[in-house]
């Protein structure tokens, strides 16, 4: 099973939460496709449980504010 390194390209501040550039989360995953696009419950989750970060909330799930690059 593959494991991504889920990285915050630029520094974003919205609806009273900040995610600032380089800021990462690893999931793993059952598929080895982009999980930004194929599995975004799984990375919000991370975010929320793992920093805090609710990135629904600040609209910042999306391949214009997250890179994904697969570690294992």
């Known amino acids: ?7 915050v390209i630029s520094t974003r501040i919205s609806n009273g939460q900040r995610i600032d ?6 999931i793993q995953t059952y598929s080895y496709a982009n999980p930004i696009y ?8 991370a975010f929320l449980y793992q920093r805090g970060v609710d990135l629904k909330k ?5 391949g214009s504010c997250l890179n994904a690059i697969r570690i294992g």
């Open 1 to 7: 099973m593959p494991i991504y390194r889920i990285t």
């Open 21 to 26: 550039k380089g800021l990462y989360v690893d």
């Open 38 to 45: 194929n599995e975004k419950e799984k990375v919000a989750n």
């Open 58 to 62: 600040m609209g910042a799930l999306n």
